[in-house]
């Protein structure tokens, strides 16, 4: 494509049906719809015969439409908004009709689309439906990702007619040692993960779901990643998180169908009876882990490396030359973060990781507030996080470096099917 | 208020393009043959001409009522295209004005105050009169009547507060502080239109640009809150308010106001609670914010309910989300009042963090369906 083409596009990026870019190849997103609604993959384009970019290269856009959401096996994007909302409004018709709002103008976005009428060229005297930071910029493998939270059901079972749909999985996570939780940073009636390959994209999304919401719900907190520490594919580098190690090496892939479905998505016979509605789905847990990044940086080598229990350089297990090669549990001291959080020390806990680094400046003692925004989807809380983190809380070695200060958990629902389905339909359609 | 003033309300009057400009008063120039006559008593005022041709036009008035009188040429809306003030009883005097063709009122005041005794003036001549709607010239007209009795009320009030201060009273000052404040933050947009009274009444210490002398409502609360001393200095800034605030009295009749400028003074209301009063920053010496707060989205719900005869017939759906976000957000400020009876709000000091967050959640959940009154009423 062209300069010319490209400036040209972009133009009508705003116009009653844009894109923000010409999705070159469309029909290459649409086959790889396919391959999304079965592992998630995502959707790929090529540009020339020649070369065979990545879709993060390419900017493109990843399919909205499947049997599971997209942004859980879809390859981690590089920038995270992640937002937690509480209702607002006793009025279930309204938050249903929000829900529908929401789920169009995700479409659009990932789609790389201005929201509603666009960002100019509409009534003088209204403000613009689209609030325009992203025009020009490509859809960069948006993923827009929602779940919902234990307090919807506790607060609105009653008048959302929903109180006998909470999954029995989908529990209050308990008191951890050493938690610090921070009220204003944990909990949420409703979650959006916000992820792209460009952060502007992402606050894009956010701001204007949060905007669409007005009224009906109301953000509680939210958080911006910058890195991701994880990665669904394995061929690539490994990320590493902001103490230096890679981070998720034997994290699932994306294409893993076989452990995305043992681990990751809800079974139908999970969830039989009133919360079916899950079948599909995922539970997410998202916790805000601060590290104290200058006690850390004054660790000597020595320590940092038995406290991971791999190397920092190729982050190999104790003992062994190659970061995937498999580590041998009992070299490495008893503490070591990943003897202890290896599925081989947990009866095969498997949980998908897809955290962020997040840095939101310094404390008032000019210590950077940084560390881990912690994302992982998982079949059931109560045989993934929960044990793993009963047991990391009470010996792993990382804790003195690191704190848990922000918390939720969420019940995360099965795909949008197709162009009329919408956020939430298997929770809120009464006749299903 | 904000640092630097919006001009919207300026911005968008001028644009609307009103079909007579100039307004200009000469004395004693004579009886042309164009002029008007303008018999004004206590109950009536009697014109000898109903028509006009476009261009300058006199009026001949005479006052033979009891009362000094106060006589004006109105557009449509109310604003005034040219005015003659106190005229006292038994004398005469002559009004001159360049009007363009089109639909006026020619008003006589009694007593200066009040509706007054109209009679309809039409000019006559070429050029292209703009098509009206009647209902929104009707909501722009009363809106300028509630802007002048914010403005009237509050003359009074402002007296309290400057005698309070000149008596050195500190208690009685800070009693009458947040009272003199309501009609001008109900009608604040209209004050910062005219540029000049704004930044002399309503800066803050914040908001002051380099080499201005911070005087007016929150100089003083400093002063009384803060610093806890009422000197010279103080007495002196507190007549100064009064006179500022007069001129503003005295100018609010020839404010430009559209039914668009309203509607965005409506949600300029709301930005103002929600950048300033939320926070706690515009009361930050005498935490009186909620009531400033309060008076803010009165006047928005005022500008409102005038326009929402036209707004309802073009989107019924913002209309009944209107409706329900005033009443919730009504409803949630009513939690904050001192006592059933009182006007009186919780010191905002008081208000905790989840309190604030809830009532910036109301504030935003009004102020987003409000963002689209403008539109819904010129469409």
Redesign the interface.
């Given at each position: 494509m062209t300069e010319t083409q490209e400036a040209a596009t972009s133009e009508a990026g705003n116009s009653k049906n844009p894109s923000r870019r010409s999705l070159i190849g469309w029909g290459g997103a649409g086959l790889a719809l396919g391959a999304a609604a079965a592992g998630g993959a995502v959707a790929m384009t090529r540009v020339g015969d020649d070369a065979a970019p990545t879709a993060a290269e390419t900017g493109a856009a990843v399919a909205f439409h499947g049997a599971h959401q997209s942004g859980i096996a879809t390859p981690v994007q590089d920038r995270l908004h992640f937002a937690a909302f509480d209702v607002q409004t006793e009025d279930r018709a309204e938050f249903v009709r929000m829900l529908k709002d929401w789920t169009e103008a995700a479409r659009r976005m990932t789609a790389g689309k201005a929201v509603g009428e666009g960002a100019y060229g509409g009534l003088a005297e209204a403000p613009p439906d689209d609030t325009g930071e992203a025009l020009g910029l490509k859809p960069s493998r948006l993923t827009l990702t929602i779940g919902f939270g234990p307090s919807l059901f506790a607060k609105y079972g009653d008048t959302f007619r929903i109180g006998d749909r909470r999954p029995d999985a989908l529990v209050d996570l308990p008191q951890f040692a050493g938690d610090a939780l921070d009220k204003a940073r944990t909990g949420g009636d409703l979650c959006i993960q916000a992820c792209a390959d460009d952060p502007q994209v992402a606050v894009h999304a956010i701001r204007n779901l949060a905007r669409i919401g007005m009224g009906k719900v109301n953000i509680r907190w939210s958080q911006l990643g910058f890195g991701k520490t994880s990665s669904t594919t394995p061929d690539a580098q490994t990320p590493r998180n902001l103490m230096g190690f890679k981070d998720g090496t034997r994290n699932i892939a994306g294409t893993e169908t076989d452990r995305l479905k043992k681990y990751v998505w809800v079974d139908g016979k999970d969830v039989a009876g009133k919360s079916d509605w899950m079948t599909g789905g995922s539970y997410l847990v998202a916790r805000r882990i601060r590290m104290h990044i200058e006690t850390w940086d004054r660790t000597s080598l020595q320590e940092q490396e038995d406290v991971f229990g791999r190397d920092k350089g190729e982050g190999a297990p104790v003992g062994k030359a190659k970061e995937h090669d498999e580590p041998f549990l009992k070299a490495m001291k008893p503490d070591a973060h990943v003897r202890l959080a290896h599925p081989d020390s947990n009866n095969g806990i498997t949980i998908l990781r897809r955290g962020y680094s997040f840095t939101d400046g310094t404390d008032g003692l000019g210590r950077l507030d940084a560390g881990l925004f912690f994302l992982a989807y998982m079949r059931d809380v109560r045989k993934g996080f929960i044990p793993l983190q009963r047991k990391l809380s009470a010996q792993d070695a990382l804790n003195e470096y690191i704190q848990h200060v922000g918390s939720a958990v969420f019940a995360v629902p099965p795909g949008i099917r197709d162009k009329d389905d919408w956020w939430g339909s298997t929770l809120f359609s009464e006749e299903a | 208020m904000r640092a630097a003033s919006l001009s919207v309300l300026t911005a968008v009057a001028t644009a609307a393009a009103l079909t007579a400009v100039t307004g200009c008063t000469e004395k004693s120039k004579g009886d042309g043959d164009a002029a008007i006559k303008v018999t004004a008593a206590d109950s009536t005022c009697d014109t000898s001409a109903t028509s006009v041709p476009a261009g300058q036009v006199t009026l001949n008035i005479e006052n033979k009522g009891s009362k000094a009188t106060e006589v004006e040429i109105l557009f449509p809306d109310d604003r005034i295209v040219s005015e003659k003030e106190n005229i006292g009883s038994g004398t005469k005097y002559t009004l001159t004005a360049e009007v363009k063709a089109g639909s006026y009122e020619i008003a006589c005041r009694p007593g200066m105050k009040g509706h007054g005794v109209r009679q309809k003036l039409t000019v006559t001549g070429s050029g292209a009169v703009a098509k009206r709607n009647p209902q929104l010239d009707k909501a722009v007209a009363d809106y300028r009547e509630y802007a002048q009795e914010q403005a009237d009320a509050t003359i009074p009030k402002v007296e309290v507060f400057a005698a309070a201060i000149k008596a050195g009273d500190l208690k009685a000052a800070q009693d009458a502080f947040a009272p003199s404040r309501v009609g001008w933050e109900r009608t604040e947009p209209i004050a910062e239109s005219f540029g000049d009274i704004d930044p002399k009444t309503d800066t803050r210490a914040d908001g002051l640009e380099k080499g201005q002398k911070w005087t007016g409502w929150h100089r003083l609360e400093k002063a009384l809150w803060q610093d806890k001393k009422i000197g010279n200095e103080e007495k002196a800034l507190a007549d100064q308010l009064v006179t500022d605030l007069k001129d503003w009295q005295k100018r609010v009749g020839k404010a430009e106001i559209t039914p668009?400028s309203m509607?965005n003074g409506a949600k300029e209301l709301l930005d103002e609670v929600a950048t300033g009063k939320v926070t706690g920053e515009e009361d930050r010496y005498s935490h009186t914010d909620l009531s400033d707060f309060r008076a803010n989205v009165e006047g928005a719900q005022k500008a409102y309910e005038l326009l929402k005869p036209v707004a309802r017939k073009n989107d019924k759906a913002l209309t009944t989300?209107l409706d329900k976000?005033f009443a919730a957000l009504d409803a949630l400020l009513d939690k904050y009042r001192t006592g059933r009876t009182s006007d009186g709000f919780v010191s905002y000091d008081k208000v905790g963090?989840t309190q604030r967050?809830e009532l910036s959640?109301a504030v935003?959940?009004?102020a987003?369906?409000l963002?689209?009154l403008?539109?819904a009423?010129?469409?």
């Open positions: - | 668009t509607a989300e976000q963090e967050k959640d935003n959940s009004l987003e369906p963002s689209k403008a539109a009423v010129v469409k």
